[in-house]
């Protein structure tokens, strides 16, 4: 069983930094198409950075400049370095995978795993 394990979160103020790991138990990582996702208490999930097995990124407007993800696949490990961070509060970070070996045989789509998600807040 695959499983998505977010590490990193935590309180820091505006303006701080923090990177947020995933660990992935598989073996077959390097096949993976990875992403962050975002969920503020009440609000839908958010994509805020993907990267794609091609190794192609796009970063939602909101996050430009600010936040970088990437990965090691020595390690099955995806980051996301988040500098200047905004007092947006309390938020909870999502890692996102899709195993582009692997379909998933209900929705006809690449098999898709979710973490438990890391809680960051951003605030003084």
């Known amino acids: 069983q695959v499983q998505l394990v977010e590490s990193g979160g935590g309180l820091v103020q505006p303006g701080g930094s923090l990177r947020l790991s995933c660990a992935v138990s598989?073996?077959?990582?390097?096949?993976?198409?990875m992403g962050w996702y975002r969920q503020a208490p009440g609000k839908q999930r958010d994509l805020v950075a993907p990267?794609?097995?091609?190794?192609?990124?796009n970063y939602g407007d909101s996050v430009k400049g600010r936040f970088t993800i990437s990965r090691d696949n020595t390690k099955n490990t995806v980051y996301l370095q988040m500098n200047s961070l905004k007092p947006e509060g309390t938020t909870v970070y999502y890692c996102?995978?899709?195993?582009?070996?692997?379909?998933?045989?209900?929705?006809?789509?690449?098999?898709?795993?979710w973490g438990q998600g890391t809680l960051v807040t951003v605030s003084s």
């Open positions: 990267l794609l097995h091609s190794g192609n990124t």
């Open positions: 996102h995978s899709e195993d582009l070996e692997a379909v998933d045989n209900n929705t006809g789509r690449f098999l898709e795993l």
């Open positions: 598989s073996s077959n990582f390097s096949y993976y198409s």
